[in-house]
């Protein structure tokens, strides 16, 4: 019989876990199953994980994303339609952001975007299917990232580089009870 792994959850949650944001409200987005909160928001940050960033002050670092945490397994899901990159080509993801990381493109009135989702796996789309809103995606787990599972999400213009990345809170769509 396989040894069963410790799942965390919200009422023992993973010990990895710390939280740089003071937002403390559980968030709902079209993007993750249940109820979660921001472990680390976008922009500048006194977490440990970025080295010191010019546009923030003293020895913080940048974020390029939002972080919610979540239990290991939480289902991810399309929070609006689009196709997904290859992995590769312009603005492929780098190692931080775990074994499977994938950009889904969504095309908007003001122009194109990519959505990065880091640290899934068990990912269920391939380069270049289109997806739905609310089609499964992948589920949340910790590759790649030493501070327990969570999702990382991020929005860059398309095709750019980790440096174009943009405040991605419009595209997370997050709601609170
Ligand atoms: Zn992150």
Not at 39 to 54: E, L, T
Not at 108 to 121: F, K, M, N, T
């Amino acid at each position: 019989m396989p040894v069963p792994v410790p799942v965390p959850s919200e009422s023992d949650p993973d010990p990895r876990w710390q939280f740089f944001s003071k937002d403390k409200h559980w968030y709902r987005s079209p993007w993750f199953a249940g109820q979660h909160q921001i472990m680390i928001g976008f922009g500048c940050n006194d977490s440990p994980w970025y080295a010191p960033d010019a546009r923030c002050p003293g020895s913080d670092g940048f974020h390029h994303g939002i972080d919610i945490a979540m239990p290991c397994g939480t289902p991810l899901r399309a929070g609006g339609a689009g196709v997904v990159l290859a992995p590769d080509g312009p603005g492929a993801p780098g190692a931080a952001y775990g074994t499977e990381p994938f950009r889904i493109r969504v095309s908007e009135a003001s122009g194109s975007y990519d959505v990065l989702i880091a640290h899934a796996d068990q990912v269920m789309v391939k380069s270049g299917e289109k997806v739905r809103r609310r089609q499964r995606l992948a589920q949340a787990s910790d590759s790649g990232a030493p501070d327990g599972c969570h999702l990382h999400f991020e929005v860059r213009p398309a095709g750019r580089g980790v440096d174009a990345a943009v405040d991605p809170s419009p595209w997370l769509q997050l709601t609170s009870d």
